[in-house]
């Protein structure tokens, strides 16, 4: 008895001393416990606060203290008077938006991927990078660019077609069908990559053999093409409603005008200037709604058995023929994606050269004021300098390239770690949790996954101070929601390098940290480097997240750019726009030079 | 039941010249088989015949009937040439079960429902795998989705049956017992087929004729046992048969009746009448000699006309051993039926049938003198 009792405590200890002496335990334990620090208790937090009365509201509420349990926010926002204006109808406007989107966007996409994929079409080259450029323009400066050509009279600069005198009506500038184009030119890419992959990975050998059984085209499509990518176009358009439904950007930038609220836009004005707590709320059942849609479409439809390789050798894909109408198709491809990708930015780049904007690009409306000019030969009604004169400027500058650099090295460093223990850790218990745990954020819209931050961190704990307004909040929110991104571009980097490889050094002696110096780093700096480019332009080009820690002392450019489109000084909010989308145009090509990375596996 | 006539078929790959001048003709019930290392343009020929690529020039005849020419680009689809196809990917659609991918053509056809399942069952059933109706294909493994593919192909009886290096995804004893059975289905079915692989084994024992690819042309044209006894050039020869063709370096001399022809193994005449046309113009010319390595056989006791060598291998291979013996520089290979053992430096004694030996002229690499029976 007592030896058997003597024995379990020796076996207790050994595996301690195991897990403590490993460092590649506790690498798994500290990357646990870290994640759950991050991930799990800001949420759990939130919630929590939702139900705790704070001070502001202490007077609505009769007889309860501060950090008294309460009921009242939740009240207040699912029923109360004001559900109707506060809930309702921008729910109903979310939904609204996030449907079209994704009734236009998924059938876009699909057909633009069928169409570079699969047929004979001429002039794919050029078509594809009219299809992905979109890819790299964040999709706040689409608003930017949709405002440069439709802003009408309203608050005193006309955009493009205003200034050629036809009077664009306010249906069509600002509110639901202005935001959802916006969204549909952006989320279709996630259909067209989704759908342009399972595609390629469509022997075309399976309609080849329809075709000689008799099938016409249209039933190959419709009886063996289409059911085969039908997972990749149905967890396409899961993921577009979900992104659609939670986005900030665009929602403000084209609806606060005409005070068209969505839930994201309503949240961020409960945060900013009314009840915090209401806003929590808000952002718990966005959050609900967003990452509910993507869970219930896993349980419901369950991760469809992919099609690909059944069978053994023998791989083709040959071009299905369009016949005459091809070189209609193709103009009528390359007019849409020049009408609704080219010019919209060159609009937005010439707005930036111009006196007043929508009079034209006559000489004498033309400028580079908006650029270098002084303050004090401004003209007319300015009263800002040119960006490059402009201390706000060069302030969100120096902010967005520290947060950028800061943000991505740590990103892609966690990205790598946690791919490796993800990899490493394949179907064992902790392998799995880390990798159901950073999965996380990426269901969160990212105005809610602020929220969630903002909530936790905007007091003190103990010694830890409120962080409200620093830098490393900022830091934080960025790095934890850019996890999933990183650290699944490092598991694929990780299980490239092999296990066998690694237990191969482990045979020969040399231990963890040796394996990891000598082995694994070395085979893994290609895989960093770039996933590292990726994580960086991803935050280089972030709105939606940065944009409830915004105080005047750490403006990014983005959020520079959407406050002067707000303040109607459209000039100054396309340069910005210019400067970022050059920005990230740039380390794209970059990138894709030194690192032959795929641009796409980006975007998001 | 059908006859294929293919006419000077060029096609291109871009700049890549892939097929160069075919010309082929199969007859009616033929099993023909396209044989040739990989990449020689097998497969690109037989989607020409399907219909799936379109050579830049030739025509191609199915029946009498014009479905490819060139000079009026006229290029019929592939479901008007009454024909089914196994790819060597199988290419079964993944989504539908094994029964609705036999049906496809079947319902594109338009047949009622009875007839439907009367034709998949009864291709189901030839194939033996009746039970496996309801799976999906990637439940089945690799013998059962080909046993799917071919099920789908014969469903509907077409006239032609083409197959593309069918049973190149199954392992050794798989692939032997579909080779009884594709040979059984095409007793039973009488239709023509045309059979590609690289596996010369497969061509030899399932064909009636084969045509042989090298770098997108056909060099020859042959029965299986034509084509084993009188390989047409060296690449052939070194080709087909297992194990290789022994080759032996030879001097070769026109004298009246025929050609001396003096080697290590020693001097052979062989008469006129065993020549083919590729025989040099000049006096004295430089050959090879190819024998298989069942030509020779060993004898331990010395006789007259028998050649000393010494054993320098000896591989036992269960119903069959191989020796390899030197005969001064030269080596031989020696296949013998049976458990013979031989000691490793043991001298020994070769008989060689000259007339069982092909020659080679050494400059064009062309036959020049036929094995006889
Ligand atoms: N779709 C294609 N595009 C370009 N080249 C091809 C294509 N298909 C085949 N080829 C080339 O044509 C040649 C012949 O191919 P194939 O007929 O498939 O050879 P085989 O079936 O004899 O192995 C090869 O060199 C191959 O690389
Ligand atoms: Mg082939």
Redesign the pocket.
């Not at chain 2, 040739?36 to 989607?47: A, D, N, V």
């Given at each position: 008895m007592s030896s058997k009792a003597a024995v379990a405590k020796t076996r207790i200890k050994n595996r301690i001393k195991d897990i403590v002496k490993n460092p590649y335990h506790m690498i798994i334990l500290l990357s646990l416990i870290s994640l759950f620090l991050l991930i799990v208790l800001p949420m759990i937090f939130m919630v929590k606060n939702t139900f705790v009365l704070s001070a502001n509201e202490l007077r609505r509420v009769s007889g309860k203290e501060v950090g008294d349990f309460t009921l009242y926010y939740w009240q207040y926002l699912l029923a109360s008077k004001l559900s109707a204006a506060h809930l309702i109808t921008p729910f109903k406007h979310s939904l609204t938006i996030a449907f079209f989107v994704t009734v236009l966007a998924v059938p876009l996409g699909f057909g633009l991927a069928w169409l570079m994929v699969r047929s004979d079409l001429p002039g794919k080259k050029w078509l594809t990078i009219g299809i992905m450029i979109p890819y790299m323009i964040p999709s706040w400066c689409k608003s930017m660019a949709w405002l440069a050509v439709f802003r009408n009279g309203r608050g005193g600069a006309p955009g493009f077609l205003a200034g050629l005198g036809i009077n664009v009506p306010d249906w069509l500038a600002y509110g639901p069908t202005a935001i959802i184009l916006c969204m549909v030119l952006h989320y279709y890419a996630f259909t067209y990559i989704m759908v342009s992959g399972a595609l390629r990975s469509v022997n075309s050998e399976l309609e080849e053999m329809a075709e000689i059984q008799g099938a016409k085209k249209m039933d190959i499509l419709k009886q063996i093409t289409m059911p085969m990518v039908m997972p990749a176009v149905l967890s396409s358009a899961i993921m577009t409603f979900s992104k659609a439904i939670g986005s900030y950007g665009v929602a403000a930038n084209l609806g606060l005008r005409i005070s068209y609220y969505t839930l994201a836009t309503k949240m961020h004005d409960f945060i900013g200037t009314g009840s915090a707590q209401v806003g929590y709320c808000m952002a718990i059942l966005l959050i609900t709604l967003a990452s509910g849609t993507i869970i219930a479409n896993q349980i419901f439809i369950g991760t469809r058995k992919s099609y690909e390789t059944i069978g053994g050798k023998g791989y083709?894909?040959?071009s299905i023929r369009l016949g005459k109408s091809k070189y209609s198709i193709m103009t009528v491809l390359g007019i849409f994606l020049f009408v609704a990708m080219i010019v919209p930015l060159f609009i937005l780049l010439m707005e930036t050269f111009q006196v007043n904007t929508g009079r034209g690009y006559g000489l004498d409306n033309l400028t580079l004021y908006n650029w270098i000019g002084r303050l004090e030969d401004a003209s007319g009604m300015i009263n800002y300098a040119g960006i490059f004169r402009n201390e706000a400027f060069f302030k969100a500058l120096y902010n967005t390239v520290k947060l950028t650099i800061i943000g991505s090295v740590i990103t892609a460093f966690c990205g790598q770690l946690l791919g490796y223990i993800c990899s490493r850790g394949r179907g064992k218990w902790y392998g799995n949790l880390v990798e159901q745990l950073i999965f996380l954020p990426y269901l969160m819209p990212a105005v809610a996954f602020s929220a969630i931050y903002l909530s936790m961190f905007s007091r003190s704990y103990g010694p830890i101070p409120s962080l409200y307004g620093t830098f490393t909040i900022i830091l934080l929110a960025t790095v934890v929601k850019h996890i999933p991104f990183a650290s699944r571009s490092g598991t694929a980097n990780m299980l490239q390098i092999g296990k066998s490889l690694e237990e191969a050094a482990d045979v020969a002696g040399s231990g963890f940290v040796r394996r990891m110096t000598k082995i694994v780093i070395p085979l893994a700096k290609n895989g960093f480097l770039s996933g590292f480019l990726l994580v960086f332009i991803s935050i280089a080009k972030e709105l939606d997240l940065i944009i409830l820690f915004m105080t005047p002392s750490n403006n990014t450019l983005s959020y520079l750019a959407f406050e002067y489109s707000k303040e109607v000084l459209p000039q100054m909010a396309d340069a910005i726009s210019v400067i970022v989308l050059a920005f990230v145009l740039v380390t794209y090509l970059t990138a894709s030079k030194i690192t032959g990375t795929d641009l796409s596996k980006s975007w998001g | 039941m059908s006859r294929i006539e293919l006419a000077h078929i060029n096609k291109h790959?871009?700049s890549?010249h892939?097929?160069k001048d075919i010309n082929l003709t199969i007859e009616d019930g033929d099993f023909m088989t396209?044989l040739?290392?990989?990449?020689?343009?097998?497969?690109?020929?037989?989607?020409v015949i399907a219909g799936l690529e379109r050579p830049e020039s030739g025509r191609l005849l199915i029946d009498g009937e014009e479905k490819i020419n060139s000079e009026t680009a006229f290029y019929s689809e592939p479901s008007e040439r009454n024909l089914n196809l196994v790819f060597q990917s199988y290419a079964l659609w993944p989504h539908l079960t094994v029964f609705e991918n036999v049906a496809f053509g079947l319902k594109i056809k338009k047949l009622n429902s009875m007839a439907i399942t009367k034709h998949v069952t009864h291709a189901l059933e030839r194939m033996h795998i009746g039970e496996l109706a309801k799976r999906y294909p990637n439940e089945l493994s690799g013998g059962q989705q080909q046993r799917v593919a071919i099920a789908r192909a014969i469903a509907y009886s077409p006239q032609l049956l083409l197959l593309?290096?069918p049973l190149s995804n199954l392992d050794a004893k798989l692939r032997m017992d579909m080779r009884v059975e594709l040979k059984r289905l095409h007793q039973e079915l009488g239709t023509t087929i045309v059979y590609?692989t690289?596996d010369q084994v497969e061509a030899l024992t399932m064909s009636t004729k084969i045509a042989v690819?090298s770098k997108?042309c056909i060099t020859q044209l042959a029965t299986p046992k034509e084509l084993y006894m009188n390989p047409v050039n060296l690449v052939n020869a070194d080709f087909i048969g297992n194990p290789r063709i022994n080759f032996i370096e030879a001097m070769g001399k026109k004298i009246k009746d025929g050609i001396r022809i003096a080697c290590s193994l020693g001097d052979y005449e062989f008469d006129r009448e065993a020549f083919t046309d590729e025989i040099p113009v000049e006096k004295d010319f430089a050959c090879i000699i190819g024998i298989r390595p069942e030509q020779i056989t060993i004898a331990e006791a010395q006789g007259e006309t028998l050649i000393p060598a010494i054993v320098d291998t000896n591989q036992f291979a269960g119903s069959e051993t191989l020796i390899t013996v030197k005969i001064g520089e030269e080596s031989l290979m020696i296949k013998e039926i049976g458990m013979e053992r031989y000691r490793v430096g043991q001298t020994v004694y070769l008989e060689i049938k000259p007339e069982r030996c092909n020659v080679y002229a050494k400059a064009s690499g062309q036959l020049i003198k036929c094995a006889g029976q």
């Open positions: 083709r894909s040959t | 790959y871009g890549n892939v097929l396209l040739g290392p990989s990449g020689c343009g097998k497969t690109t020929t037989l989607r593309d290096e590609v690289h690819f997108g």
